[in-house]
């Protein structure tokens, strides 16, 4: 469901469209009749935690990876 409110209504009743906001129901606020923002709740990161090497192996690079790149990349030339 979509709540609009508008900006005037929005200062004096933030509290009540935050909470509505939370509880998943889509607000938007206009200004003289015009859509002009939305309020969404923020999504928190995940709580898992991170394993390292994972992915081993996944991801390779070339032997030659950290050479110096030839003149002709610097020049835009092929």
Do not use: C, Y
Not at 7 to 32: C, H, N, P, Y
């Amino acid at each position: 469901m979509t709540r609009t409110a508008s900006v005037d209504e929005a200062q004096t009743k933030l509290q009540d469209l935050l909470a509505q906001a939370l509880a998943g129901e889509e607000v938007i606020l206009k200004e003289r009749g015009t859509p002009g923002a939305r309020l969404v709740p923020v999504v928190a990161h995940s709580k898992k935690k991170r394993v390292a090497g994972l992915n081993r192996g996944s991801i390779s690079t070339s032997e030659d990876f950290d050479e110096p790149l030839p003149d002709e990349f610097w020049l835009g030339q092929e």
